[in-house]
């Protein structure tokens, strides 16, 4: 089955880090780009990354440069995203979504099921 | 960054309806738009991608259209299951962005 699974999510206290993982199946996982997307409660939803399936090219909303880092490991199908320096405006349900392309600029065909993170002391 | 804008954000209309959802870049972004639907507590489901691409297994009441900073989702005839909230997000920058979002009612 095609799939992406994500697992990490939790309670952080603010300023604290956290590791969000994805997994994926069901399809050629190196050639597709993926990315994360969040949606805080009650609101829209928030591209935050993508990386591109050889895991060269990676890009960030202004939101989270320079706090959360995205990377991949092709041999174990997962991606994930470091995230440091939360605060409260970062909780949220986290998705995982892959691109229908290697390379970055396409649509998300693909979402997991998402995983909430909630920052909060 | 492009920002995308779309309206209306709520609209009520009935089962049998023709709907329309505008999505304005701020600027072009080709034809490099795609559609997603939402149902509470689910992922988003693309619908469509360049702007008028069915995605596979969509049904074909739904169809896009534009380009350059001004799209259109419609919705041919309105069934009871579409009741949902419709996003669109451009990718012609790496820097993708998605519009705030649209809630469709089914009266």
Same mark, same amino acid.
């Given at each position: 089955e095609v799939q992406l699974l994500e697992s990490g999510g939790g309670l952080v206290q603010p300023g604290g880090s956290l590791r969000l993982s994805c997994a994926a199946s069901?399809?050629?996982?190196?050639n597709y780009a993926l990315g994360w997307v969040r949606q805080s409660p009650g609101k829209g939803l928030e591209w935050l990354s993508s990386i591109s399936g050889d895991g060269g090219h990676k890009y960030y909303a202004d939101s989270v440069k320079g706090r959360f880092t995205v990377f991949r490991d092709n041999s174990k199908d997962t991606i994930t995203l470091q995230m440091n320096s939360?605060?409260?405006?970062?909780?949220a349900i986290y998705y995982c979504a892959k691109g229908?392309?290697?390379?970055?600029?396409d649509a998300f065909d693909l979402w997991g099921q998402g995983t909430m993170v909630s920052v909060s002391s | 960054d492009i920002q995308m804008t779309q309206s209306p954000s709520t609209l009520s209309a009935s089962v049998g309806d023709r709907i329309t959802i505008t999505c304005r870049a701020s600027?072009?972004?080709?034809?490099?738009l795609a559609w997603y639907q939402q149902k509470p507590g689910t992922a988003p489901k693309l =619908?469509?991608?360049?702007?008028?691409t069915l995605q596979s297994?969509?049904?074909?009441r739904f169809s896009g259209s534009g380009s350059g900073t001004e799209f259109t989702l419609t919705i041919s005839s309105l069934q009871p299951d579409d009741s949902a909230t419709y996003y669109c997000q451009q990718?012609?920058?790496? =820097?993708y962005t998605f519009g705030q979002g649209t809630k469709l009612e089914i009266k």
């Open positions: 069901g399809f050629t996982f190196n939360l605060a409260g405006d970062d909780t229908r392309d290697s390379v970055l600029g | 600027q072009s972004i080709t034809s490099w =619908l469509i991608y360049k702007a008028s297994g969509v049904p074909s990718y012609s920058s790496f =820097l």
